[in-house]
């Protein structure tokens, strides 16, 4: 079976006489990205398939394929082998995943498979080779190789899964490499010393998150579904068990972590603990079931509310630490003088921070909620060059003393 999506769409809307307006409006897009679904140039999430399929009163199976047969049946119990379509197998396997990781995550499958299903969306599994798989990543040069590792990653998983359900023996994508010619990833890096205390002394309303970011290394979604509950300063953990979802703009709270490895307990600093034992005595109002941090009513922020909130915090930091004179302040444009930073930056720093003062990698990966220790110490952990001379240099120096010393 291959994927028809596009055909089938154009022929039932047409049938059931519904205009391309009813279409774009259901799924929130503009005319010209609805139109890309029935030529082809666009393919439709998890999410949008389901919801032209319940509208137009079919199966997500059917919009997929066009077969009648498949019509009382949903993508698990799509029934495929390896001369199916990867297409196909990429939509069972992002149906299987739904339930496991973040609608954030899958919305990043379906990013990167708009890069690959053009290519092999109608290939069988078994047609997909590696020879295939490699040309499309060194025609891609133009993009970052972060981009190119999460293309890869997605299209691995796809073939890992149908070899999972024992309809497939082996995976063309893992020795694949991403080219070394294609564009370097910006690095995010910690936050410098200077900008470290600024975030512990500056009272603000964003100062509770980008300290607990900062001191406790927790994700945006992570923070952003956290109440005072969870923050259990007599034992010296949160407990990290539920993230936020945006489906478009609305906040939704999942009982859930971007991984398994996320549902955890952070063990906290004294400097946290002292700090929101001081914020609590300051603010009676505060119960466990308050948000961390939250709008004006106390619901959970939106993501341009939050973003909002975050350009404010650090135009405020950039006012009281910019060294600034009143005639400046009170201009029309203040100008950036300290340093910018975003959650990110405070996560990565958090890392940092635990590496360069003796933590085991492995410590860290369960305090970061990782799955895998690579992913803590390749993209999270930046030591200075301060951290490595003296490892290395200082650390090895004291060695050979004590060698020699023996001789």
């Not at 919009?63 to 119990?77: A, I, M, R, V």
């Amino acid at each position: 079976m291959t994927i028809k999506f596009s055909s089938v769409l154009k022929k039932v809307r047409e049938e059931q006489n519904v205009s391309i307006g009813t279409m774009k409006n259901l799924v929130c897009v503009s005319s010209k990205e609805y139109t890309m679904y029935e030529d082809g140039t666009k393919f439709p999430t998890i999410f949008t398939l389901s919801k032209f399929a319940k509208f137009l009163n079919v199966s997500p199976c059917y919009l997929l394929t066009g077969e009648n047969n498949l019509d009382e049946k949903d993508l698990y119990q799509l029934p495929l082998k390896s001369t199916d379509s990867f297409g196909l197998w990429f939509y069972k396997w992002v149906d299987y995943k739904k339930d496991e990781v973040t609608y954030k995550q899958i919305m990043s499958y379906h990013t990167s498979s708009q890069h690959f299903l053009p290519a092999f969306c109608n290939l069988g599994l078994d047609d997909v080779l590696w020879e295939d798989i490699n040309r499309l990543f060194r025609d891609n040069l133009n993009y970052k190789k972060e981009t190119i590792r999460k293309w890869k990653n997605t299209m691995k998983q796809v073939f890992e899964y149908a070899i999972d359900c024992k309809k497939f023996n082996y995976n063309p994508v893992i020795n694949v490499k991403v080219p070394k010619s294609a564009k370097e990833s910006t690095p995010t890096i910690p936050i410098s010393s200077d900008t470290l205390k600024m975030i512990l002394e500056f009272t603000h309303k964003m100062q509770p998150a980008a300290l607990i970011m900062l001191l406790a290394g927790l994700r945006r979604g992570e923070l952003l579904a956290l109440t005072y509950g969870d923050i259990h300063l007599k034992e010296g953990y949160i407990s990290v068990r539920k993230v936020v979802e945006y489906e478009g703009e609305i906040p939704l709270i999942r009982n859930r972590a971007k991984t398994v490895s996320g549902i955890r307990n952070v063990e906290i600093p004294l400097t946290l603990i002292h700090f929101f034992i001081e914020y609590l005595g300051c603010h009676r109002e505060i119960t466990n079931e308050s948000y961390v941090i939250s709008d004006e009513e106390g619901n959970v922020l939106t993501n341009r509310k939050f973003n909002r909130l975050w350009h404010e915090y650090l135009s405020e930091l950039n006012k009281c630490y910019g060294g600034f004179t009143e005639l400046e302040l009170n201009s029309d444009e203040v100008p950036i003088r300290i340093e910018q930073f975003t959650t990110r930056n405070l996560r990565t720093t958090y890392s940092t921070l635990l590496y360069e003062n003796g933590v085991d990698p492995v410590t860290i990966k369960d305090q970061m909620g990782h799955k895998k220790i690579d992913t803590t110490l390749e993209i999270y952990t930046k030591p200075s060059k301060t951290f490595k001379h003296k490892s290395i240099c200082i650390n090895l120096d004291e060695y050979l003393k004590e060698i020699e010393m023996s001789l």
